[in-house]
């Protein structure tokens, strides 16, 4: 499966953003889907997750109350709504998809497939 991330941009703190993963060559509800972020300077790190077959959704502290994910079976997608963005959101985000096991849901290991990212600029 090849992905596509967008929605990406520059936007102020307190502004919502929401980011689309599209999935090229199957359907992503045979996926586990994922987000993760990489901060200049810093490494990526994990930040939602949807697994299929209704396994759960799970979040980082970091963006719990403040971003959602969903799925968008029309488009064969996920999205990544982010609401009351910080500055320290700022981080290009990756889209990606695996059948890893629970244990490796907030883990790269646990995802085969990865997005090219979306640059997301937070302004304070």
């Known amino acids: 499966v090849q992905l596509q991330a967008s929605g990406g941009g520059l936007v102020q703190a307190g502004a919502s953003l929401r980011l689309s993963c599209a999935a090229f060559g199957d359907t992503l509800s045979n996926y586990n889907m994922a987000w993760f972020r990489q901060a200049p300077g810093k490494e990526r790190e994990f930040v939602m997750a949807v697994r299929r077959a209704g396994g759960g959704i799970f979040y980082a502290d970091s963006v719990k109350g403040r971003f959602s994910i969903s799925r968008d079976s029309a488009k064969n997608a996920v999205d990544l709504l982010m609401d009351s963005l910080k500055p320290e959101d700022t981080a290009v985000y990756y889209c990606?998809?695996?059948?890893?096991?629970?244990?490796?849901?907030?883990?790269?290991?646990?995802?085969?497939?990865w997005g090219q990212g979306t640059l997301v600029t937070v302004s304070s």
């Open positions: 990606a998809a695996g059948r890893g096991v629970l244990s490796s849901t907030r883990v790269e290991n646990g995802y085969s497939y």
